[in-house]
């Protein structure tokens, strides 16, 4: 099956420290989507890319869809406490007639105050 | 709207147990699915729902039933529960292409 490969796994930064995450893919896919999970709860939508090479920007949130449409990236500026938690890259493709959902496997943020 | 509802949030069943974990959504939604998350696995699909009365497998079936009697329910069943399936269990539900909202989650544990 599809498969997603997301890096870092793990991220430990200062407060006030610029991050950044990507995920890459061998398929093709028609949406990439990034999500945030904290502790206890689902997963959360941040921001959502439909065309291959859009950048897209929600404050300080910052993800970009691959022009090949393999791979997407996602930057978080001047980190702040709750910015901790596990994102997770998401890419969306039609599968035998039905939209699914692919996810990586997470980059958990730490941030040191 | 209460959005996604899952209960219960946590559970412990022994090898061979049979349970359902149900989930609901207020938001008339048709495509409904089913994610196991596991450490470094990221979420994987267990089952998905395009509408009521349609059901289909994803990535991860085995050990799990699933039904769609109406738009707001979609109960997923462990029929005779493995160690294997210990997991966090999330439910998610979308309208056509659109965000898909995720459950706080079941915590199964299985012994």
């Known amino acids: 099956g599809q498969q997603l490969n997301q890096s870092p796994q793990s991220m430990f930064i200062q407060e006030g420290e610029d991050v950044s995450m990507n995920c890459t893919s061998s398929?093709?896919?028609?949406?990439w989507l990034w999500y945030k999970q904290d502790p206890g709860e689902g997963p959360v939508l941040l921001i959502a890319l439909y065309k291959a090479g859009e950048l897209t920007s929600n404050g300080r949130l910052t993800a970009q869809f691959g022009i090949t449409r393999k791979d997407s990236f996602l930057n978080i500026s001047a980190s702040i406490p709750s910015d901790v938690g596990i994102y997770f890259c998401a890419g969306q493709l039609r599968d035998q007639g039905a939209q699914k959902l692919v996810f990586g496997q997470g980059t958990r943020l730490t941030i040191n105050p | 709207n209460a959005g996604v509802t899952q209960t219960p949030k946590f559970q412990v069943l022994k090898t061979g147990q049979s349970m359902t974990l149900q989930c609901a959504q207020d938001m008339n939604h048709e495509y409904m699915s089913w994610y196991r998350q596991d450490p470094g696995m990221g979420l994987r699909l267990i089952h998905y729902?395009?509408?009521?009365?349609?059901?289909d497998q994803g990535e991860v079936p085995n050990g799990y039933n699933v039904s769609r009697s109406t738009t707001e329910d979609f109960p997923l069943r462990l029929l005779s529960a493995a160690p294997s399936q210990t997991s966090v269990y999330f439910c998610?539900?979308?309208?056509?292409?659109?965000?898909?909202?995720f459950g706080p989650g079941t915590r199964l544990t299985v012994l």
């Open positions: 398929s093709i896919f028609n949406t």
């Open positions: 998610a539900s979308r309208r056509g292409y659109n965000e898909q909202f």
């Open positions: 729902s395009v509408g009521a009365g349609i059901t």
